[in-house]
Nanobody
Framework: QVQLVESGGGLVQAGGSLRLSCAASGSIFSINHMGWYRQAPGKQRELVARISNDGNTNYADSVKGRFTISRDNAKITVYLQMGSLKPEDTAVYYC?????????????WGQGTQVTVSS
C-alpha cells in the first residue's frame, strides 16, 4: 500500500504565502513525476505544477512566477511554495505522483488539502 499525505493548506489573505508538502510512503519501488493539481468548486481539476525525477518542472500559466515546485527524493516529498496568492487560487489542492509499486506503474493521489485565499 502506498500513500500520499498532504499538509500545509489553510486560510491566507490575498498577497500572502503558503507552503504545501506531500510525503509518499509505503512499498515504493520508484517514483516518476510528482505534482500538484487543484480543483475549485464547480470546476474541473487542473494541473498546477509538476516536477520530474530529474528536476524538470512545468507550471500552469496562471501560477508561473508565483508558485515554485520542488522535491526531496531522499524524503520522497514534493513541495509547493505558493506566493502572491489570489482569491482565484482558492481550491482543494491534490498531490499526484506516478509510482511504481507491486509490479505496476500507478497514478496515485493524495486526499487533498484546502487552500482558501481571502480578498
Amino acid at each position: 500500500q502506498v500513500q500520499l499525505v498532504e499538509s500545509g493548506g489553510g486560510l491566507v489573505q490575498a498577497g500572502g504565502s503558503l507552503r504545501l508538502s506531500c510525503a509518499a510512503s509505503g512499498s515504493i519501488f520508484s517514483i516518476n513525476h510528482m505534482g500538484w493539481y487543484r480543483q475549485a468548486p464547480g470546476k474541473q481539476r487542473e494541473l498546477v505544477a509538476r516536477i520530474s525525477n530529474d528536476g524538470n518542472t512545468n507550471y500552469a500559466d496562471s501560477v508561473k512566477g508565483r508558485f515554485t515546485i520542488s522535491r526531496d527524493n531522499a524524503k520522497i516529498t514534493v513541495y509547493l511554495q505558493m506566493g502572491s496568492l489570489k482569491p482565484e487560487d482558492t481550491a482543494v489542492y491534490y498531490c499526484n505522483a506516478m509510482i511504481y509499486y507491486s509490479g505496476s506503474l500507478r497514478n496515485c493521489w493524495g486526499q487533498g488539502t484546502q487552500v482558501t485565499v481571502s480578498s
